[in-house]
């Protein structure tokens, strides 16, 4: 029971340290890409500028596959994740800020950051759907991580609502949309899949 507990705990912990190397190499990415960006703060960097390489290291989806594949071999596996997301929060921020600010520019590397996010989000709520929260007799407790848990696996649904509402509302530009449409059926294949790979709580 306290080892249910405790792992439970450290699932939603989102202030781990912890640097292995796929993660170390991300976080190294993401600190050289905020060097860079800090030297323009009223631009935010796109994969045509000088400085564009930056950026792709830290917006690649194919790069978020490889880091949940790798991490998944070891049982710190959930403390990764909330490690990595919690790191890929500026890079978030200024990719919706910038599609925001400056339509049909950012595109490319708006749904890239999309892309990379989601995976992120879909990993994360996975680990928490094997979770027996029967065998939580402190029903505070239990209700805690119960809404804890529903918000976790929500977010992938709810991020693909705002996909689809941006496509709707034309907030890409119009060449681009037939590849932002096709992202998002890529993106709703993968929740499907993680969906029938992960084990439903009873």
Do not use: W
Not at 83 to 90: F, G, M, R, W
Not at 111 to 126: E, K, R, T, W
Not at 195 to 201: A, C, I
């Amino acid at each position: 029971m306290k080892k249910l507990i405790f792992t439970l705990l450290l699932t939603f912990h989102f202030s781990c340290t912890f640097a292995g190397d796929e993660l170390g190499l991300l976080k190294k990415d993401i600190s050289d890409y905020l060097t860079e960006q800090n030297k323009t703060p009223n631009q935010i960097i796109k994969y045509s500028d000088g400085n564009g390489n930056v950026a792709r290291a830290v917006l690649n989806p194919d790069r978020a596959k490889r880091f949940i594949d790798e991490i998944r071999k070891g049982s710190d596996y959930p403390e990764k994740l909330k490690v990595a997301l919690e790191q890929y929060k500026p890079i978030s921020q200024n990719y919706m800020t910038a599609f925001n600010r400056s339509p049909g520019q950012y595109d490319t590397e708006y749904l890239d950051h999309f892309d990379f996010l989601f995976q992120l989000m879909v990993a994360n709520a996975s680990p928490i759907r094997n979770v027996n929260f029967d065998a939580i007799k402190d029903e505070g407790m239990k209700a805690m991580l119960q809404a804890s848990a529903k918000m976790m696996q929500a977010m992938p649904t709810l991020f693909l609502v705002t996909l689809e509402k941006q496509i709707k509302d034309k907030k890409f530009s119009e060449a681009f949309t037939p590849q932002a449409v096709a992202k998002l059926n890529h993106l709703r294949e993968i929740q499907s899949q993680a969906l029938q790979t992960d084990v439903s709580p009873k």
